[in-house]
């Protein structure tokens, strides 16, 4: 079946450093994607998205990068905090109201 | 936060009791959903309600009852857990695309 992967379990940066967490997705129609930050004891929370006609779009300190052609999807995080540490999960809009997760990436920030 | 409030958010019960979840979203969206996160898995979709309608059942087993009885209530009634059941359950709620999740309830089932 059509999943949702992310190619690094954890992630480990510096305070200050530029993080980027990556996912693969093998669902060719999809249309929209969405980062989400879940931090211990929370739900996921939603970063960021963005639509299949786009490649990239910008938020605050976060950028989602979308590759169509080899179906992937990356989150950029400047000037990672301590406070950006958390679990990142993409999902994939595979119809309508179903969104596939992947597994998730721990991102840990040291000072 | 979200705008999308759960409890419990911690419930620990043994395989025969019979509790409830329930789930309030103050955003004003008409769909609702239930996950399931267990460790190391990606979150599975259990339920979808569409203006107080099931929409989706993602194949659950029957000791899980969903009850929506508005759009901005959704509620998860649990009887006789596995502890295989134990995991993180979580609500959400849309107007479109994007899902806004509320923070779980950690459930232990003994």
């Known amino acids: 079946g059509e999943s949702v992967g992310l190619h690094l379990p954890t992630l480990s940066v510096q305070e200050g450093d530029n993080s980027i967490i990556n996912c693969a997705y093998s669902n060719s129609a999809s249309d929209y994607f969405i980062w989400y930050k879940q931090e211990s004891g929370k739900g996921p929370q939603f970063i960021i998205d963005?639509?299949?006609?786009?490649d990239k779009r910008q938020g605050q300190r976060v950028t989602v990068l979308l590759n169509k052609t080899v179906k992937h999807l990356s989150l950029q995080i400047a000037a990672t905090q301590p406070g950006d540490s958390a679990v990142y999960f993409c999902?994939?809009?595979?119809?309508?109201?179903?969104?596939?997760f992947g597994t998730g990436t721990r991102l840990l920030v040291s000072p | 936060e979200t705008g999308v409030t759960q409890t419990p958010r911690h419930l620990v019960m043994g395989m025969t009791n019979k509790k409830s979840l329930k789930c309030e979203q103050h955003?004003?969206?008409?769909?609702m959903y239930w996950y399931k996160q267990s460790a190391k898995k990606p979150l599975e979709l259990m339920f979808v309600?569409?203006?107080?309608?099931?929409?989706e059942n993602n194949s659950v087993p029957s000791r899980f009852s969903p009850e929506c009885p508005n759009s901005s209530h959704l509620f998860l009634h649990l009887h006789t857990l596995q502890p295989e059941d134990s995991a993180l359950y979580l609500c959400?709620?849309?107007?479109?695309?994007?899902?806004?999740f509320g923070p779980g309830t950690r459930l232990l089932v003994l």
């Open positions: 309600y569409n203006f107080k309608e099931q929409t």
């Open positions: 963005i639509r299949s006609n786009m």
């Open positions: 959400a709620s849309s107007q479109g695309g994007t899902q806004y």
């Open positions: 955003l004003g969206h008409n769909a």
């Open positions: 999902a994939e809009n595979e119809g309508f109201q179903k969104l596939v």
